[in-house]
């Protein structure tokens, strides 16, 4: 099993920044893939970014420039950060990660608002 606790959401102005940290704690071995993907109320799910255990990296077009997932592996953290952000960025943002190409762990999501 692996738990994944997020952090770093809230109310930012577009334009602003934030930053999403995702912490892993469990059986975290044979991680292949982390990744954010965000909800928007009355929407679906949709896929932002991902890392993979390489280290590449992959981002939705709509995000492509501005944002940037990473991680720490000292800490078993991924992060998102979110630079020059948009009223349409506004959404519950979840952390995923994968292991063994097999089984997704999700987070309990994290707000974020951006405001005009």
């Known amino acids: 099993q692996v738990q994944l606790v997020e952090s770093g959401g809230g109310l930012v102005q577009a334009g602003g920044s934030l930053r999403l940290s995702c912490a892993a704690s469990g059986s975290i071995f044979s991680i292949v893939a982390m990744g954010w993907y965000r909800q928007a109320p009355g929407n679906q799910r949709e896929w932002v970014a991902t890392?993979?255990?390489?280290?590449?990296?992959n981002y939705a077009d709509s995000v492509k420039g501005r944002f940037t997932i990473s991680r720490d592996n000292a800490k078993n953290t991924v992060y998102l950060q979110m630079n020059s952000l948009k009223l349409e960025d506004t959404a519950v943002y979840y952390c995923?990660?994968?292991?063994?190409?097999?089984?997704?762990?999700w987070g309990q999501g994290t707000q974020v608002t951006v405001s005009s």
């Open positions: 890392i993979l255990s390489g280290g590449s990296t």
């Open positions: 995923r990660v994968d292991r063994d190409y097999q089984t997704r762990y």
